[in-house]
């Protein structure tokens, strides 16, 4: 599963990094991203990091935030600075992932496949 976590209340031009973390038999994230949907509005990409750690980044965060990953740990972060108003919003991480997991009879199972965080709320406001 993935566990995101870091979001909460910050002042305009204040900063949080968000982290999403593969645990339950994912053995390694392939790609993510990070998505957020704030009230009244559809779901938006906000950042993605892909193989050979390419990035890529709405442009309404350029420059802002930063994507990052911790391989030994099986974290990607999201680093928010400068926050904004207009960046508050619940904040999603999608990521692909191989898998390993075990049958009753102690056989692996190997796999890869696509899974979403729960959602971790970011609030901008003085």
């Known amino acids: 599963q993935l566990q995101a976590s870091g979001g909460g209340l910050v002042q305009p031009g204040g900063s949080l990094r968000l982290s999403c973390a593969a645990s339950g038999g994912i053995t390694s994230i392939n790609t993510i991203d990070w998505y957020r949907q704030a009230p009244g509005k559809q779901r938006e990409l906000v950042a993605g990091?892909?193989?050979?750690?390419?990035?890529k980044y709405a442009d309404s965060v350029k420059g802002r935030f930063t994507i990052s990953r911790d391989n030994p740990k099986n974290t990607v972060y999201l680093q928010m600075n400068n926050l904004k108003p207009e960046d508050t919003a619940v904040y999603y991480c999608?990521?692909?992932?191989?898998?390993?997991?075990?049958?009753?009879?102690?056989?692996?199972?190997?796999?890869?496949?696509?899974?979403w965080g729960q959602g971790t709320e970011v609030t901008v406001s003085s």
């Open positions: 990091l892909a193989g050979g750690d390419s990035t």
């Open positions: 999608n990521a692909n992932v191989d898998y390993t997991y075990y049958t009753e009879l102690g056989e692996p199972v190997v796999g890869r496949g696509d899974y």
